[in-house]
């Protein structure tokens, strides 16, 4: 009787530690998975002292050391670093490659849309309205992007902007189905009826 018990408390005990223990390697495999994903290497994906993507993974108060915050980081980095990485190529194909302070300024701007996109999926049904009020929410981070291709390129950047606001709300309208569809859950085949 005292063996069953002792190896109950001990059978337990490694129970409790296993998830501790498969945390490095799950996050390992996330992080691997996620570079494969985005297309852009390792440690440009896992800069995990972002404060931007920081900040929004901890205003759903998830902490960091929790496996949903490297699930949390991850998923944005993947949305928002596609949605990045189609308005780069639109830019270097019409200036060249950009200098490093258009990019931040792009990466700012790509980051307020997809932001405010799921913020908004929150409060509105309609993802269209959604998506252009992520839009009007980022004119601080558009008006930047707009000074530095004024800047560094000589071109117009309010008439760049206004070229690429219809792929940006297409982006933002994505991010925001994506966003219902975690908030609401899967649908279930009951529910489907």
Known sequence: MQQKSTMSSAMRSAERKTPIMRLPATIAILFTLSACVSGGDELDVLRLTAPEDDAHCRSLLIQPGELVYAQCRLALRKTYLTDYAIRKAAIEQQFGPPSETLDQALRADAFCNYDESVKASVDLQDETAAAYLAY?????????????????????????????QARIIQQNIRAVRDAKAVINGPVTADAAL
């Not at 004119?139 to 930047?144: F, N, Y």
């Not at 004024?150 to 008439?159: E, F, I, R, S």
Request: aromatic share 4%; proline share 0%; glycine share 6%.
């Open 136 to 164: 009007a929410n980022c004119e601080t981070t558009r008006q930047r992007l707009q000074d530095e291709i004024n800047v560094l390129t000589g071109a117009d950047g309010a008439a760049f902007a206004r070229e690429e």
